[in-house]
Nanobody, 118 residues
Framework: QVQLVESGGGLVQAGDSLRLSCAAS????????MGWFRQVPGKQREFVAR????????YVSNSLKSRFTASRDNANNTVYLQMNSLKPEDTAVYYC???????????WGQGTQVTVSS
């Protein structure tokens, strides 16, 4: 079993930056991908970014890649989402997830709220 715990969310003003963290614990942790998603109530969950655990290559949604970056710390089983130049439309609950086999995300964190005021 894998447990994921996000942190780092909060209330910020437009233009500010935040760094979200996702710490993994449980069995020997070696996912295929770690992903970041976000969701606004009443809307579909939106893919934000993913990071390949082996090698660290990243992919960020085209609409966000100019402002968001993903990274990982293998030694501490932690992934990060650096969010810069935040906009009110970035307001959402942000989730991290683990894809252990390259097929689907099977483990999810509880989410962390990010609120960006104008």
């Amino acid at each position: 079993q894998v447990q994921l715990v996000e942190s780092g969310g909060g209330l910020v003003q437009a233009g500010d930056s935040l760094r979200l963290s996702c710490a993994a614990s449980g069995r020997t942790f070696s996912p295929y991908y770690m992903g970041w998603f976000r969701q606004v109530p009443g809307k579909q969950r939106e893919f934000v970014a993913r990071i390949r655990w082996a090698g660290g290559s990243t992919y960020v949604s085209n609409s966000l890649k100019s402002r968001f970056t993903a990274s990982r710390d293998n030694a501490n089983n932690t992934v990060y989402l650096q969010m810069n130049s935040l906009k009110p439309e970035d307001t959402a609950v942000y989730y991290c997830a683990a894809d252990m086999s390259g097929v689907t995300y099977t483990y999810w964190g509880q989410g962390t709220q990010v609120t960006v005021s104008s």
